[in-house]
């Protein structure tokens, strides 16, 4: 927010008089070392770096919606080995935060609790996720994996034994690193909009009763929206960030052209003059 003379809450103070101009932000920081290794890697790919943004605030821009950022909301990227929260307050983020783990640590345990590679682990993780409702209370325990080809032998699994005993321990822990970090960032009570959960992670089986059970606040999956075409392959939280880079890009790129107005010589340059002698 910005403060002009002492008064708060203005979201845009272009325009009105003032004396005193203050500010209220929040900064986002970062290794330098891991930007520079970053960048240096989508240089090699023949691709040129506009700029860094955080995962939290990407995703957000895909997933949140106004009234979210409004009321407050906290939204929870789920990636492969980091789990990133973004709090909004007011319409703002106000809280950021990176916890270290992510779904590979769900692949991980269930490539050693099925005894099978880490490729056929995702595959049956992703398969779990795409495939099986958490409410569905049918008394088929038994999951056939032939369709999936994968390399071991397995040929079923207890739907119990991987969903009760290896995935809900392991996002019940993730959770409740979320929710500690949600309490000590001080808004704990300022999201009655919940959780928006994100990323890859957000598809694992179970992941959005987990973290409504282990918060105790509502919690939704975030699909990314904003894009328009052929967009099916890409309607998937596990493309929040991505989706939400093109749209903060976009956003940044009318902001400049706003900024570009034309001068009064160059519009005089284009009014077409006639000049008419008197006799």
Same mark, same amino acid.
């Given at each position: 927010?910005?403060?002009? $003379?002492?008064?708060?809450?203005?979201?845009?103070?272009?325009?009105?008089? +003032?004396?005193?101009?203050? /500010?209220?932000?929040?900064?986002?920081?970062?290794?330098?070392?891991?930007?520079?290794?970053?960048?240096?890697? @989508?240089?090699?790919? +023949?691709?040129?770096?506009?700029?860094?943004?955080?995962?939290?605030?990407?995703?957000?821009?895909?997933?949140?919606?106004?009234?979210?950022?409004?009321?407050?909301?906290?939204?929870? %990227?789920?990636?492969?080995?980091?789990?990133?929260?973004?709090?909004?307050?007011?319409?703002?983020?106000?809280? =950021?935060? @990176?916890?270290?783990?992510?779904?590979?640590?769900?692949?991980? %345990?269930?490539?050693?609790?099925?005894?099978? =590679?880490? $490729?056929?682990?995702?595959?049956?993780?992703?398969?779990?996720?795409?495939?099986? %409702?958490?409410?569905?209370?049918?008394? /088929? $325990?038994?999951?056939?994996?032939?369709?999936?080809?994968?390399?071991?032998?397995?040929? *079923?699994?207890?739907?119990?034994?991987?969903?009760?005993?290896?995935?809900?321990?392991?996002?019940?822990?993730?959770? /409740?690193?979320?929710?500690?970090?949600?309490?000590?960032?001080?808004?704990? *009570?300022?999201?009655?909009?919940?959780?928006?959960?994100?990323?890859?992670?957000?598809?694992?089986?179970?992941?959005?009763?987990?973290? #409504?059970?282990?918060?105790?606040?509502?919690?939704?999956?975030?699909?990314?929206?904003?894009?328009?075409?052929?967009?099916?392959?890409?309607?998937?939280?596990?493309?929040?960030?991505?989706?939400?880079?093109?749209?903060?890009?976009?956003?940044?790129?009318?902001?400049?052209?706003?900024?570009?107005?034309?001068?009064?010589?160059?519009?005089? #340059?284009?009014?077409?003059? #006639?000049?008419?002698?008197?006799?």
């Amino acid at each position: 927010e910005y403060i002009v $003379d002492n008064q708060r809450g203005i979201k845009d103070p272009i325009g009105m008089a +003032g004396v005193r101009l203050e /500010t209220d932000a929040h900064l986002v920081t970062s290794s330098s070392i891991a930007v520079k290794n970053i960048s240096r890697c @989508v240089n090699e790919m +023949g691709i040129e770096v506009a700029g860094l943004v955080y995962t939290g605030l990407a995703s957000a821009y895909s997933c949140l919606t106004d009234t979210e950022k409004e009321l407050g909301v906290a939204l929870v %990227d789920i990636g492969g080995g980091t789990t990133s929260i973004a709090i909004y307050i007011e319409g703002a983020c106000s809280f =950021s935060a @990176v916890i270290p783990i992510g779904a590979r640590k769900v692949t991980d %345990d269930l490539a050693i609790g099925l005894t099978v =590679s880490l $490729d056929s682990a995702e595959k049956i993780k992703y398969y779990l996720g795409a495939s099986l %409702d958490p409410a569905d209370k049918t008394p /088929t $325990d038994e999951i056939s994996l032939t369709r999936l080809g994968l390399k071991e032998e397995t040929k *079923s699994v207890s739907r119990k034994t991987v969903v009760e005993g290896i995935i809900r321990p392991r996002l019940s822990e993730i959770f /409740t690193l979320v929710g500690q970090t949600i309490k000590k960032s001080g808004f704990a *009570s300022d999201i009655p909009s919940g959780i928006v959960l994100t990323g890859g992670g957000a598809m694992t089986i179970e992941a959005s009763s987990c973290c #409504k059970r282990v918060l105790q606040l509502p919690t939704r999956i975030g699909n990314p929206s904003g894009l328009s075409g052929l967009i099916e392959e890409i309607s998937s939280p596990s493309y929040a960030a991505a989706v939400g880079l093109v749209l903060y890009g976009a956003s940044q790129q009318q902001v400049v052209q706003a900024s570009k107005r034309p001068s009064l010589d160059s519009l005089v #340059k284009k009014i077409p003059l #006639k000049v008419t002698a008197n006799k």
